[in-house]
């Protein structure tokens, strides 16, 4: 079955860096685009990056345009997402999220809980 | 990159039916087929419960029915059950974006 595992999550400073992975099984990695979504203590879902399945393409929302990279290696069949210059209003818990098709996503990880705090 | 408009909170009673509105513009909802529903337990991750518009994954209830005008997309819960008391959120494709709404929380009186 489809499972997706994200890790890398923990407390951080404010303009330290962080990597999260989400480790895919169950699926044949290299034909989905992944994306990461996140949702801070309390709100609602935003989305955050997007790699096409080819990894030909990446979108990023604005606010975190410039300072957050998203990258796969379909080897280990992984998404990453590493985040510098991180702020406070990135506290959240991240998920990584399977692409059925322009912005479906059907899979879901169980989210990892980033909290940026000094 | 503005997220979609919903009402904060919807309700009714069991076995009654709940509508949920997902407002944007004409370069994501009203543009692309691409509008997907999900539901969200407290402490879960959200699970996908219609796409496309109108579409619903294997195993999700019948219950559950999607639609679109114009610029505005609609989720309609039939035959509310208790279970269905969660927070819905509505997504769609936006060119170079993804854009979800702010969400509804469902309450089953």
């Known amino acids: 079955q489809v499972q997706l595992v994200e890790s890398g999550g923990g407390v951080v400073q404010p303009e330290r860096s962080l990597r999260l992975s989400c480790a895919a099984s169950?699926?044949?990695?290299?034909?989905?685009?992944m994306n990461w979504v996140r949702q801070a203590p309390g709100k609602g879902l935003e989305w955050v990056a997007g790699?096409?399945?080819?990894?030909?393409?990446?979108i990023y929302a604005d606010s975190v345009k410039g300072r957050f990279t998203i990258s796969r290696d379909d080897s280990k069949s992984t998404v990453y997402l590493q985040m510098n210059s991180l702020r406070g209003e990135d506290t959240a818990v991240y998920y990584c999220?399977?692409?059925?098709?322009?912005?479906?996503?059907?899979?879901w990880g169980q989210g990892t809980v980033v909290t940026v705090s000094s | 990159q503005s997220a979609l408009t919903q009402p904060p909170s919807a309700s009714g009673s069991p076995g009654q039916s709940v509508t949920i509105s997902c407002t944007g513009t004409?370069?994501?909802?009203?543009?692309?087929?691409?509008v997907s529903w999900y539901q969200q337990h407290p402490g879960k991750a959200p699970k996908l419960i219609i796409y496309?518009?109108?579409e619903r994954p294997s195993g999700v209830p019948d219950r559950f029915s999607g639609s679109k005008s114009g610029n505005t997309a609609s989720l309609t819960v039939s035959g509310l059950q208790a279970e269905d008391e969660a927070d819905y959120y509505c997504?769609?494709?936006?060119?170079?974006?993804?854009?979800f709404g702010g969400g509804t929380k469902v309450t089953v009186l």
């Open positions: 999220g399977r692409d059925e098709s322009y912005g479906t996503f059907e899979y």
């Open positions: 169950g699926f044949i990695f290299s034909r989905y685009g």
């Open positions: 790699i096409w399945f080819d990894g030909s393409r990446k």
């Open positions: 004409s370069s994501d909802v009203g543009g692309y087929k691409y």
């Open positions: 496309e518009v109108t």
């Open positions: 997504g769609s494709f936006a060119g170079s974006s993804v854009l």
